[in-house]
């Protein structure tokens, strides 16, 4: 994949358009401190509603870093997908918690590659990263959702950490499943 090839120049163009998205969503919705946004909810929820705010955003400054660097990659959102690279069907999964887990929508129809990217926010600009491609028909990963809930998770077994490829960040082995290791970005 393209993707790997300019893996350093796609992450370094990624961090300029989230922090300058980030930004200007702040300015529109007046947010002064990003810690202060939605601070009332329990932490759980705050995280979840946080990343449901930024996702959009994300998904734009992945399509406008791809864009710059001409990549093949397309942004249709499908049942299950959410964009098309050099031909394959790939998923999106965004995150601000520090887990190490991705949740996100169950859909009718899975694809088998994920783009998983992990964020944390400091001092209102993005501080860590984590961003990896990951192959599910290839893995031995945990995929759970409840019956109750419309969610989905993502972990990584530790045996698969050879059916990572990562963009940004580490995976490192636990008891059962990997940690994920968001490395600190310069802004």
């Known amino acids: 994949m393209d993707l790997f090839k ?3 120049d796609f992450v370094a163009l990624f961090l300029v358009y989230f922090n300058e998205k980030l930004r ?3 300015d529109v919705f007046e947010i002064d401190d990003w810690e202060d946004f939605l ?4 932490v759980k929820q705050r995280t979840s509603k946080r990343a449901s705010f930024l996702s959009p955003m994300v998904d734009l400054c992945i399509q406008k870093a ?4 001409k990549l093949d990659w397309k942004f249709i959102a499908g049942d299950g997908f959410d964009s098309i690279l050099e031909g394959e069907q790939i998923e999106h999964k965004f995150s601000l918690s520090t887990g190490n887990s991705w949740t996100g929508h169950p859909y009718s129809n899975k694809v088998s590659k994920h783009l998983l990217i992990k964020t944390e926010i ?5 501080d860590k990263l984590f961003m990896g491609v990951v192959d599910l028909s290839d893995m031995n990963y945990r995929s759970s959702s409840n019956g109750k809930s419309s969610f989905s998770s993502i972990k990584i077994h530790n045996d698969d950490l050879d059916h ?3 963009l940004y960040g580490g995976l490192k082995p636990k008891i059962k499943w990997c940690n ?7 802004t």
């Open 6 to 8: 300019y893996r350093l």
């Open 24 to 26: 200007q969503l702040m």
């Open 39 to 42: 601070v009332e909810e329990a």
């Open 66 to 69: 791809a864009k710059e660097l």
């Open 122 to 126: 400091s001092n209102n600009v993005l």
């Open 164 to 166: 990572c490829n990562l």
């Open 180 to 186: 994920v290791i968001s490395h600190c970005v310069g």
